[in-house]
């Protein structure tokens, strides 16, 4: 009897994959699940390879239990995809395929049965004319609509209301029926394109020129510069060709104003994907995608495994953001994950940033992206203008200067709005004893605990633990407890008092914390009129405020002497990207910058020469130092109850690295936040000036580091390209 053999990805935290019998009755592709025995349980995986060459006599194999799919669920350019993330995060294929399906797909859930609904008008749909819908515009235009021919939900609910849906099939003059997806029907434009700037017209000509092939653009476009109508004008030719589009941003939830943007302009199904939706919402996402039923996703990181069928354009926004690094188990950038799809897709892809990262600054000069620019704002208004503002011996009023609380006033006076940045949110950083100072800290992290006095409760923003607020000192007794280090809860509560006649509004996580919370701020915000913004970093993403004139920074000393070697880079994003929220509108804009180091070479040249002349100096600075993008980053971590032993382990795998001359090492040292959640942190680095170098090591050493006892003990992870070093 002849037996066929399959290989097989197994969603488990192994560097392998695994064999299994597929007997005669069964048939199956690439591609598709199977249920396998996997020690005493059964596991779904995914087809990889077909008879795949054996070493060893197959009777020792154990059979499929089942074939799950008729077709694949993962087509070839996916399998591609996710096989090189695995080889390239040197991460478990299993884990690395765990993050690309959605839960239903890993359970089991077939993938055929799932139909979309489909709406035709019935006898008396047709019959009917259109007086009939004299009092309701509304149905009138969805009755029209489908006397063209039955229609999707998704194409409809793209331009009509689902209430106007349900009301005609309540007076029985449509019917629905479950279809299979379709593939989307372009339908013009709803809103008429803007004129673009000459700028903004050779970006999209650059981008259009591309065709069915791959290629890589920097867009670096200044904050406010119109970066997103050069996505929407980009994408509508793609759409007219029946292309989808794939749109990364780093967390969809802060920035809704873009979903609507491109929502507003295309009658196509736009299809957002990100971690607050359900299982069920996330497989229809993954079956529109794969139908081609969806013309554009708006999705965060995981979007990318996305299975289109036909990917014209994938764009990531705000490509400098940290958030696009997956910061536990499988740790990918999106970004570089994005440029590969592309390449595989054949399509091109477009990183826009007003602070471009480093590394992709570097890959414009490599030559790897067209780097394409907008120098000037939309609104023609100035990139607003940095003022430095000395706090060395002044008299400050929570914690601000006497020139910035006139500057304030003098906004609020003339009607405009105000933002102040302060990234600490809370209260206070800590409490502390006015008698002998000791301060409130977490007792499983290295770390102050945050007093928030709303909640009356102490939060460690490391590892989440709550306690209630102490009435006395930890150390002497003493009941003189006082908050020390200024967050935003208080900022807000000083400013109310002082402005007492201003609206207020604060976005940070806790403010924001409730469902529709952001939207209602963002609303408020968007209203004309005096107001006090208070907020963290989520004031810097993206969001467009066409009131605010001045943006206080009122505090980030604390990053300007920082050890970490990306720290100015990130710095420098973040003053940029809050900085250019002010005067985004018809009003010109200004930005205090309050400091107790007004010398600082990094502020001076951001202020005096801005962002592209900084990220440009700093690139200098890490070809001097030998530091990524000129080198290859690789980092473990380990994590143990107890200290020594992560140190011996990191010390181990920094032996068995000297079997690689070309590896350079620093390490092992203990991490920056030195424990976390009860747990010691250590840290080991590996640089090496061409990546094949480091690749070949970890793969070498990976194997190696399994084998030891020592291995089991501890808590181990690989992060490649690691961008957070802390
Ligand atoms: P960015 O994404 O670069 O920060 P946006 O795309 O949000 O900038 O554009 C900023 C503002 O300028 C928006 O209100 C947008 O509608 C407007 N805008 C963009 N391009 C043009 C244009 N060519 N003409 C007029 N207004 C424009
Ligand atoms: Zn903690
Ligand atoms: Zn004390």
């Not at 120098?375 to 002044?394: C, F, H, N, W």
């Not at 952001?518 to 810097?540: C, S, W, Y």
Request: proline share 5%; net charge positive; aromatic share 6%.
């Amino acid at each position: 009897m002849l037996l066929t053999v399959i290989r097989v990805a197994l969603p488990v935290p192994l560097r392998q994959h695994f064999d299994y019998l597929l007997p005669s009755t069964m048939q199956v592709q690439v591609g598709c699940r199977v249920l396998v025995p996997f020690g005493k349980r059964q596991l779904i995986g995914i087809v990889w390879q077909l008879s795949p060459s054996l070493t060893f006599d197959h009777a020792q194999l154990k059979p499929v239990q089942e074939v799950i799919d008729n077709e694949p669920v993962l087509g070839e350019t996916l399998r591609q995809l996710l096989s090189f993330a695995a080889d390239y995060y040197h991460h478990p294929l299993g884990e690395v395929l765990t993050a690309a399906l959605p839960a239903l797909l890993r359970e089991g859930r077939a993938l055929n049965k799932v139909a979309s609904m489909q709406y035709q008008l019935s006898e008396s749909g047709f019959n009917a004319s259109a007086d009939k819908f004299k009092r309701s515009a509304k149905q009138l235009a969805l009755w029209q609509a489908l006397r063209e021919g039955p229609q999707a939900e998704t194409t409809l609910l793209a331009q009509h209301q689902r209430a106007s849906l349900t009301q005609l099939l309540a007076k029985q003059l449509i019917r629905r029926e479950e279809q299979p997806y379709q593939a989307y029907q372009y339908q013009g434009l709803k809103q008429p394109p803007l004129q673009l700037s000459a700028d903004q017209a050779l970006a999209v000509t650059a981008i259009n020129q591309v065709q069915q092939q791959f290629r890589s653009f920097l867009l670096e476009g200044v904050t406010g510069s119109g970066k997103t109508e050069v996505y929407l004008q980009a994408i509508t030719p793609l759409l007219q060709q029946g292309k989808q589009v794939l749109l990364i941003v780093p967390e969809i939830g802060l920035t809704p104003q873009t979903l609507a943007r491109f929502e507003q302009r295309f009658a196509v199904p736009v299809l957002s994907w990100h971690s607050n939706q359900s299982d069920t919402e996330r497989l229809a996402c993954w079956q529109q995608t794969q139908s081609a039923a969806a013309a554009i996703v708006i999705g965060t990181r995981s979007a990318l495994f996305l299975p289109f069928a036909t990917l014209g354009l994938i764009i990531i926004d705000e490509e400098h953001d940290q958030s696009l690094k997956q910061q536990d188990g499988f740790r990918y950038h999106a970004r570089d994950l994005a440029i590969k799809r592309a390449s595989l897709e054949r399509c091109p892809i477009v990183l826009g940033s007003a602070t471009p990262s480093l590394e992709s600054l570097y890959n414009c000069q490599q030559q790897r992206h067209m780097h394409l620019s907008l120098t000037e704002r939309a609104s023609g208004q100035a990139i607003p203008q940095y003022q430095l503002v000395d706090l060395k011996q002044q008299q400050l009023v929570h914690g601000l200067a006497g020139q910035t609380l006139t500057q304030i006033r003098k906004q609020l006076q003339l009607g405009m709005q105000v933002m102040l940045f302060l990234n600490r949110r809370g209260f206070a950083a800590a409490l502390s004893c006015q008698e002998c100072g000791w301060l409130t800290e977490c007792k499983r992290c290295s770390a102050f605990t945050t007093y928030h006095k709303h909640s009356r409760q102490l939060v460690c923003h490391h590892c989440g633990a709550t306690r209630p607020v102490p009435r006395q000192c930890g150390s002497c007794g003493s009941s003189r407890l006082a908050p020390v280090g200024q967050g935003t809860e208080q900022l807000e509560e000083q400013l109310q008092l002082m402005f007492p006649e201003v609206p207020l509004t604060r976005l940070d996580r806790d403010s924001t914390r409730r469902k529709g919370s952001l939207d209602q701020a963002l609303e408020q915000i968007n209203k004309h009129g005096p107001r006090i913004i208070i907020g963290t970093q989520m004031l810097a993403k993206g969001h467009h405020f066409p009131y605010v004139t001045l943006v206080v920074i009122v505090d980030v000393d604390g990053a300007l002497y920082s050890s970490d070697f990306r720290a100015p880079e990130q710095l420098a994003q973040l003053l940029t990207q809050v900085s250019g929220r002010a005067g985004r509108g018809s009003h010109p804009g200004q930005v205090l910058l309050q400091t107790q180091y007004p010398e600082h070479a990094l502020l001076q040249d951001l202020m005096q020469n801005g962002y592209g002349s900084f990220a440009r100096s700093a690139l200098l600075e890490r070809q001097q130092t030998r530091l990524p993008p000129y080198q290859h980053l690789a980092l473990f971590r380990a994590e143990s109850l107890q200290s020594e032993c992560c140190q011996q382990w990191l010390q181990q795998v920094a032996d068995a690295c000297s079997a690689f001359p070309q590896v350079q090492l620093l390490g092992p040292i203990s991490s920056p936040m030195e424990r976390r959640a009860g747990k010691y942190r250590w840290q080991l680095q590996l640089y090496a000036s061409q990546r094949p170098q480091l690749h070949q090591a970890l793969q070498q050493l990976l194997p190696q580091l399994a084998q030891w006892p020592l291995s089991r003990k501890l808590k181990w992870q690989l992060d490649v390209d690691a961008i957070d070093l802390n």
